[in-house]
């Protein structure tokens, strides 16, 4: 069974960089066709979609945060991370870490979800 | 890229049949058959209910269906149930290639 757990700093100054690491547990990060996810959930809101690693290392991004994030893979400690740099009170949310199966909508793997609150 | 859109709420009684609408355009829902539906209680992890606008993962009832007509994909919850009372996330690829959501659906069992 695959488990996916998020961790980093739950209080991030304004104008910094936000950084947060999924280890997975239960199978490896390098094998079948999986894409890594970061989706986020500001409080009282709905669920927006930050961007996505292959294996490989491709990646993809939210337009609307593109200029702002990156996500890198580390298949040697079978981990993702997200940075997300100049962030603002509008970044303070509750963040997830997601596996899709390649080729289908399939987000069936989640990780429970971390807050991260932008604040001086 | 915009949200999709769901209505913001939607109630049922137990035992009723409830649909709840995404609208996208020919952009994202309207030109991929890859529509997601997601269950999610407040502070839990979100579920997912329905993949690919129609498989139902295992495990998952099957009072959950999903469908599509055009640029709007719904899923209906049959047999309504008072555990059914949560919020619904519809999300679709894109073609930027990218990922969208609604903004959320709160379904109310009355």
């Known amino acids: 069974q695959v488990q996916l757990q998020e961790s980093g700093p739950g209080l991030v100054n304004p104008s910094q960089t936000l950084s947060l690491t999924c280890t997975v547990s239960?199978?490896?990060?390098?094998?079948?066709?999986?894409?890594w996810s970061w989706i986020r959930q500001p409080a009282g809101k709905g669920l927006e979609w930050i961007g996505q690693?292959?294996?490989?290392?491709?990646?993809t991004y939210n337009p609307s945060l593109k200029s702002r994030v990156t996500i890198s893979i580390d298949t040697s400690t079978n981990q993702f991370s997200l940075k997300m740099s100049s962030v603002t009170a509008a970044d303070t949310a509750v963040y997830y870490c997601?596996?899709?199966?390649?080729?289908?909508?399939?987000?069936?793997?989640w990780g429970q979800g971390t807050l991260v609150t932008v604040s001086s | 890229q915009s949200a999709l859109t769901q209505p913001a709420s939607v109630s049922g009684s137990p035992g009723q049949s409830i649909t709840i609408s995404c609208t996208g355009t020919?952009?994202?829902?309207?030109?991929?058959?890859?529509v997601s539906w997601f269950q999610h209680y407040p502070g839990k992890v979100p579920k997912l209910m329905i993949y690919?606008?129609?498989n139902r993962p295992s495990g998952v009832s099957n009072r959950f269906s999903g469908s599509k007509s055009g640029n709007t994909a719904s899923l209906t919850i049959s047999g309504l149930q008072a555990e059914d009372e949560a919020d619904y996330y519809c999300?679709?690829?894109?073609?930027?290639?990218?990922?969208?959501f609604g903004g959320g659906t709160k379904l109310t069992v009355l």
């Open positions: 999300t679709s690829y894109t073609s930027s290639t990218s990922w969208v």
């Open positions: 239960g199978g490896s990060i390098s094998s079948g066709t999986y894409y």
């Open positions: 020919s952009s994202d829902v309207g030109g991929y058959n890859y």
């Open positions: 997601a596996r899709r199966v390649g080729g289908t909508s399939n987000f069936a793997y």
């Open positions: 690693i292959f294996t490989s290392g491709s990646t």
């Open positions: 690919d606008v129609t």
